[in-house]
């Protein structure tokens, strides 16, 4: 796959707010998403408030195209999702964020994601325009996302599915070798051991047990095991003069 | 697991503007989370500017309770998540948002999410507090989430994740109460202190975030915490007598 390939387009239909417009290019640049399209935009376009609710995301608005109908806006497109909540009065499909990015993913062609007015949302018409309904799973007692969270979360289930290569914790250091932590419990044991720690000798053996299963539970690395060995070693000694 | 169960709560320090916790307590609520605490808000608490921008999620935000520290504010979670981007100052493990989801959903206790200033995000000493940084990947070439965009984003893997809960094992005990952890490192930094262990003067402050994150990132029960206190005393104490 290309880069760039199979990147949604983003139609904003019939947006009544230039500052919305805004805030939905800054949510669709922040997950790599740059074409949006335009149908009707209430307030005419260019608009003036776009710009700065966009935060530096301008190339979406430079390049964002004004159409006059949502037919005409979704000629290229080979699927359609509708973003709005099930509907009674279609029988569609109906699919969440994540099976709308994976059909978006791995289906060849071009995909429009539908968003309508701030206010009143998409028309019955409009939604029948698509191949499936997307909903995002929300508080059915507080339902209050306003069109560019709808964008946001949309466009971040894309990116997730496209790149699975999420930052992870494989990238921090490894857990050290087990010698070295052997190292540093065999120190350890032996300073307890001079201070008179294990007492009664019935419980030495279920004490190490004990110290041995907190210090490996913590999966430091080598620098951290060295750390903590010098550490102890500080503990123990005298202190160090100035 | 009770309705309600593993909830995070969201924690927002040194918050600029009433707005924008307005805006998160809105993006919290869609996806069913209630508890926000603030610490040190610029303008005070409560703001007037906050309400309006909450759209109706007033239950947050009358709930939202108010601490003096970080510390103070996650005293009694067991699971604590920074929402930074990768630092190079403190090598600390670093998950994506459905790893953390994954956590908070699964392990037993209370986990908190920490949200930076608006402006400048959370400082060092505030990312060491926690148990790892959780970051959301976005596009390198345009960074640009705000205060409610990273909390929505968040709190939408949780809730995503929250109906795939396993129930959890009864025999794993809960990381301790940050206080706790606290406890353990005011204890160690104090006898190192004394040794003379935190020389030169200059390097005292990154030392001191190294065995923070050294010690936080084992993740020890209560139990545990109280084994290594007595293992610090018994290094540092008199032989005992036989």
Known sequence: MTAGANKPVIV????QLGQNIGKAARAMLNFGLTEMRLVKPRDGWPNPDAGPAASGADIVLEQAAVFETVEDAIT??????????????LVMPVLGPDEMAERITNAPGKSAILFGRERSGLETEEVALANAIV???????????NLAQAVILLAYEWSKRRDLAQPTSKETEPTAPH????????????ELEAKGYFHPPSRTKATK????TIFTKACWSSREVKAVRGIIRALVGAPRRR
């Open 179 to 190: 010698g070295e932590l052997e190292g540093l419990i065999g120190q350890l044991n032996g």
């Open 135 to 145: 909903t995002v799973p929300i508080n059915p007692e507080f339902a209050s996302l």
């Open 76 to 89: 290229d497109c080979n699927q359609v999702f509708a973003s709005t909540v099930r509907r009674r009065d």
């Open 12 to 15: 904003l239909v019939h947006p």
């Open 209 to 212: 047990n004990t110290l041995r």
